[in-house]
């Protein structure tokens, strides 16, 4: 069964540290691999995704996610935390034949001043 | 920039009680999801759904669920019978057609609280 587990459902950082998300996948097939934020109050806000293209994917806000088949992992990573980076972060994959989403627990990211 | 839209944000209910939430996809998205995401638990995938008809559900989704598209611009999803379980947050999300490797894009969710 394909399945998402993220290491450290709170992380926390000093302004200007190096961000490190860990998420590690399940999967019996090629897998499509997302990372969403979640803003207090606000929906889920896709930040990257990987689609069996580059390993190392880019996405908005400074961040990036590099696949490694062979640790099955698509860590999330950001040179340098900014107050704004502070919110819920979910790793994900593609589960089903209809593209639903099948979600790790989330990291709760703290950054302090 | 074109978004999902949900009402209401929060939904107060008594056991027992129908609940219905809406949502609004991007309109030229052609697949639809609803997830929901108990307090402190990850987010789970409920149901999918494509020219009107659900394509996919999870085993969550049982008789007192249902959808419906009911006028090319809403999806819905009804709960019969509420529970105090149901409690959670319930997001709808939307893509365009294509390859699983589309974009979801989510709403702001709809907090259901069972009383």
């Known amino acids: 069964a394909q399945s998402v587990t993220q290491l450290g459902s709170h992380v926390s950082v000093s302004e200007g540290a190096l961000v490190l998300l860990r998420c590690n996948y399940s999967?019996?097939?090629?897998?499509?691999l997302f990372w969403y934020v979640q803003y207090p109050n606000q929906g889920l806000q896709l930040l990257l995704k990987y689609t069996s293209a580059a390993t190392l994917v880019k996405g908005i806000n400074g961040f990036e996610a590099e696949f490694k088949k062979s640790e099955t992992s698509f860590h999330l990573t950001k040179p340098s935390a900014h107050m704004s980076d502070a919110a819920e972060y979910f790793c994900?994959?593609?589960?089903?034949?209809?593209?639903?989403?099948?979600f790790g627990k989330g990291t709760k990211l703290s950054v302090k001043p | 920039e074109p978004e999902v839209t949900q009402t209401p944000s929060h939904q107060v209910t008594q056991m027992g009680q129908e609940v219905i939430l809406r949502c609004v996809p991007i309109?030229?998205?052609?697949?639809f999801y609803w997830y929901r995401q108990i307090l402190g638990q990850k987010v789970e995938f409920l149901v999918s759904?494509?020219?009107?008809?659900?394509?996919?559900k999870s085993e969550i989704f049982d008789d007192q669920f249902s959808v419906e598209r009911p006028d090319g611009s809403n999806f819905t999803l009804k709960i019969r019978s509420t529970k105090l379980e149901d409690s959670a947050m319930y997001f709808c999300?939307?893509?365009?057609?294509?390859?699983?490797?589309?974009?979801?894009?989510f709403g702001p969710g709809t907090r259901l609280t069972v009383l």
């Open positions: 994900a994959l593609v589960g089903g034949s209809q593209g639903n989403l099948i």
């Open positions: 309109s030229n998205h052609l697949y």
């Open positions: 999967s019996s097939v090629p897998p499509y």
């Open positions: 759904f494509y020219n009107n008809e659900i394509s996919e």
């Open positions: 999300a939307s893509r365009e057609q294509g390859a699983g490797t589309d974009t979801q894009y």
